[in-house]
């Protein structure tokens, strides 16, 4: 994950400190003009200089001047056209692109930068930034620990996101912590969905609450908390059917399993890899259920990354877990900390 992202930002963070050490140009080119006397005109010679100097970028400007100058918002404007490209080109939504651009604004306008220390001043800035745009993420396994009686979370998203598994891999995980869990298998719509999450309750040695293909998945959900309270189960992890986030009828048929239900936390699940169509999704979900956390599938082999930097700006969100693999063990805790590390701007 952020492989293609941390590439480019690095390589935009350094380019413009490398050119700085590069002369305007070469004493050398300087004499073969005065030499050769070339007759272009005056006007096309600096019309040419100031090509050189628009490539060179705004930081050489800024140094080729005085020892320390101040950037303006001019200046930012011009270093975040390409960064701006870069970012969307890796999945961030635009407005959080806009919201690291005023970030940028709010942090850079006025200071004094001194040759020298401008990739620092960069990176450290572009760090803050996206600091900011990344919501840390409450401890759920201790919400859970600390509950008196039940806790239940109910999940969902929509067809192929890895829903099912996600919810397997953290009852593997809190079985590790010694909490707890049943399964409801409120996913009475999909062919074979209630084999699929039977066979995560065999391997992980999980009881699945259950009714037959087309019973109300409010039932099933409402079944397994009756369940959970009667055998001192600790949590209900409550899979549902994958939705379309377009089907009005189905967004009503969560609300209905909402209010029976009564879920601690309603965990909206997607896979980074589909990039901006995931948080466009989870705008949906949220603006229709209000969720309240989010676990990203699949982001071992999201290249671009952008999703995560975008899903929580977006919905005002956190992102609880990373899916990193295939097995139980691959949910990973989502830590902002780590992100900055993995962009290189740890």
């Known amino acids: 994950m952020f492989n293609s992202l ?52 705004i930081f050489s400007k800024l140094s080729s001047k005085v020892k320390t100058s101040t950037i303006k918002t001019e200046h930012i404007e011009e270093i975040f056209e390409e960064l701006e490209l870069i970012l969307l080109e890796n999945n961030v939504a635009l407005e959080v692109v806009d919201k690291i651009k ?49 806790y239940t979370i109910v999940f ?24 707890s869990c049943v399964f409801a298998a409120a996913d009475t719509f999909r062919a074979a969905a209630i084999q699929q999450l039977e066979k995560h309750g065999e391997n992980l040695n999980i009881p699945v609450i259950k009714q037959d293909y087309g019973s109300d998945p409010a039932a099933v959900a409402f079944d397994a908390k009756k369940y959970a309270e009667k055998n001192k189960i600790k949590c209900v992890l409550v899979d549902t ?42 705008k949906t979900f949220n603006e229709a259920i209000e969720i309240d956390g989010i676990i990203l599938s699949k982001a071992d082999v999201d290249e671009k990354g952008g999703t995560a930097l975008s899903i929580s700006q977006v919905t005002g969100k956190p992102i609880y877990f990373l899916g990193v693999g295939q097995n139980y063990e691959d949910l990973q805790e989502f830590k902002k900390e780590t992100i900055l590390k993995n962009l290189g701007l740890d």
């Open 156 to 179: 969902f998203g929509i067809n192929g996101s890895g829903k099912t598994t996600s919810i397997a891999k953290l009852a593997s995980k809190l079985q590790k912590e010694k909490i």
């Open 6 to 57: 941390k590439k480019k930002l690095n390589s935009w963070i350094g380019k413009e400190e490398k050119e700085i050490e590069k002369p305007l140009k070469k004493k050398s080119e300087t004499k073969v003009i005065k030499k050769n006397k070339i007759k272009s005109p005056a006007k096309k010679i600096k019309t040419k200089k100031e090509d050189i100097e628009k490539k060179k970028g």
């Open 241 to 282: 059917a994958g939705r379309m986030y377009t089907k009005e009828n189905l967004i009503k048929q969560m609300e209905k399993i909402i209010r029976v239900s009564q879920p601690d936390k309603k965990i909206f699940v997607g896979e980074s890899i589909t990039g901006n169509d995931m948080v466009e999704q989870a």
């Open 102 to 150: 005023e970030n940028l604004i709010k942090d850079l306008e006025g200071v004094e930068v001194k040759r020298g220390e401008i990739e620092k001043m960069i990176a450290e800035t572009l760090k803050n930034s996206l600091s900011e745009v990344l919501i840390d993420s409450p401890n759920l396994i201790n919400e859970i620990k600390k509950k008196e009686g039940v």
